[in-house]
């Protein structure tokens, strides 16, 4: 299977600052049909998981704009322009391309400084 | 709404048997493909198993192939996971999840979660 690794593991960051989460895959991400199926999932504390983007840079409906997701090949990007209150919980890199299965990365932990 | 409900969660011994329960509404069941997650204490997420509608066909993690079953009736818009064999480390929260938007392309990941059921495998 596809490994997803992600750093760093824990990020602490001040209000209204920007945050920055990096994930590499064992392998290129790049599908038969082009795309490259890498979404983030942010996982807030005593919630399920939430899908955040998808195919690397692709926002899912209600998702805030200061959330945006870039990288190819092997290495991707979560960034946060600036950092609110209920961004607090944990962030998952996966990758569909080698589905299945589905792998996660091993998830960052955002909390407030 | 959109909205899955798992059910079935319980302490159970090793070597147990459970079966978990996901009650969905809110979109034509029988149109997707499902999943089970699990995520154990304090840890990341997995992919416990999938089950096509088309097709199907079915994957399991290799570590509850042989003793985890899916299925899905779709006549009364339910999915189940038939856990036997119960080990310690099957021990976490199981969510139901499945893929919708963007076409549904199973590629891009669940975009619906249901809120989770708690297994506990201990003596």
């Known amino acids: 299977d596809v490994v997803m690794t992600q750093s760093p593991l824990s990020l602490p960051v001040t209000l209204g600052q920007p945050a920055s989460i990096s994930c590499r895959s064992s392998q290129g991400l790049v599908y038969s049909d082009g795309n490259t199926y890498l979404s983030w999932f942010q996982q807030r504390p005593g919630q399920s998981p939430r899908r955040l983007i998808y195919?690397?840079?692709n926002r899912d409906s209600g998702v805030p704009d200061r959330f945006s997701g870039s990288g190819s090949g092997t290495d991707f990007t979560l960034k946060i322009s600036r950092v609110e209150a209920e961004d607090v919980g944990v962030y998952y890199c996966?990758?569909?391309?080698?589905?299945?299965?589905?792998?996660f990365g091993q998830g960052t932990k955002l909390e407030i400084k | 709404e959109v909205q899955l409900v798992e059910s079935g969660g319980d302490l159970v011994q090793p070597g147990g048997s459970l079966r978990l329960s996901c009650a969905a509404s809110g979109f034509t069941f029988s149109n997707y493909d499902m999943n089970w997650v699990r995520q154990a204490p304090g840890k990341g997420l997995e992919l416990v198993s999938y089950i096509s509608v088309t097709t199907g066909g079915t994957y399991y993690a290799d570590s509850v192939k042989g003793r985890f079953t899916i299925s899905r009736d779709n006549a009364k818009n339910s999915l189940y996971l038939q856990m036997n064999s119960l080990r310690d480390e099957d021990t976490a929260v199981y969510y139901c999840?499945?893929?919708?938007?963007?076409?549904?392309?199973?590629?891009?990941?669940?975009?619906?979660w249901g809120q989770g059921t708690t297994v506990t495998v201990s003596s």
């Open positions: 996966m990758q569909g391309t080698h589905w299945p299965p589905y792998t």
């Open positions: 195919k690397v840079s």
């Open positions: 999840a499945l893929t919708i938007a963007a076409g549904g392309a199973i590629r891009n990941g669940m975009d619906v």
